[in-house]
């Protein structure tokens, strides 16, 4: 994920304020790079790298990102890191790419944090996911495609889901952890279980967790996934930002 372009809103004045959610939209300079941010503090441990780029293991994440676009040692960091003629996240659109680097296409996204209306709570039918869950967890979401979800990925945070007739009717759980705060990820739903309003329980389950450490509630979406972003405002998100993630590839060859 990579962020080359955003439009962030104006904060509503007349929106109630207190200690937890002052100025939510624009109030922590991390959510503007939330990777680099998992990667150098909560997700350190899981680094690959070393001080000017980083990303996580391939079968955890694809995610990865630098420290600064500014350092021209960058480039070949990022080679030394993925390889020749491989994906990286982009940089800004401002900043020039050397010779032989490609952009792909971006896609539109948004960046939603909690506001003062979320009322997490604890569900009693959310069950722990981990590593005996993995298969079903990788099914569910290959079918109902929340997001990039790999074998690894529930090392990242807590992975709840509820199950019914014997499987995996819904599940969501955390993935990048910026400091102070915890993103809401692979919320996913089977098409049979769908109107009975799992997620929604599952998005809480998760907020409770994350408020019980101290930390925030914060989300990615797709920019045309409105039925999502819709139900996560609903649930008390607001848009902090619009956002176009792209990714670069290296040269074939040095």
């Keep these: 994920m990579s962020v080359i372009d955003a439009d962030r809103p104006a ?3 007349s929106a109630p304020t207190g200690p937890a959610h002052s100025d939510p939209v624009s109030d922590d300079a991390v959510l503007d790079d939330p ?3 998992s990667l150098s503090g909560a997700h350190a441990h899981l680094a690959e790298g070393g001080d000017l780029v980083r990303r996580y293991p391939r079968d955890v994440s694809p995610f990865a990102a630098v420290r600064t676009w500014d350092d021209p040692r960058v480039w070949d960091a990022i080679v030394d890191l993925v ?5 990286f996240p982009a940089p800004p659109e401002s900043v020039v790419l050397p010779p032989g680097w490609e952009r792909s296409e ?5 960046q939603l944090v909690e506001n003062e209306r979320l009322r997490p709570v604890p569900d009693d039918e959310a069950v722990l996911l981990g590593a005996d869950d993995v298969p079903e967890m990788l099914d569910l979401v290959a079918r109902a495609q929340p997001g990039p979800f790999e074998p690894r990925t529930y090392e990242l945070g807590r992975y709840v889901g509820i199950r019914r007739d014997g499987r995996l009717a819904a599940m969501a759980g955390e993935r990048l952890r910026p400091a102070g705060w915890t993103e809401i990820s692979a919320v996913a739903t089977d098409d049979r279980y769908r109107g009975q309003g799992l997620a929604t329980r599952l998005v809480l389950d998760v907020a409770h967790d994350i408020h ?5 509630a914060m989300m990615h979406a797709a920019a045309n996934n409105t039925n999502a972003i819709r ?5 008390g998100f607001t848009l902090r930002r619009r956002m176009v993630f792209s990714s670069v590839r290296t040269p074939v060859s040095s």
């Design 11 to 13: 904060p509503d004045d």
């Design 35 to 37: 990777i680099w941010s």
């Design 83 to 87: 390889g020749h003629g491989a994906e």
């Design 106 to 110: 971006p896609f539109e996204g948004v």
């Design 212 to 216: 019980r450490r101290g930390a925030r």
């Design 231 to 235: 139900l996560y405002e609903k649930l």
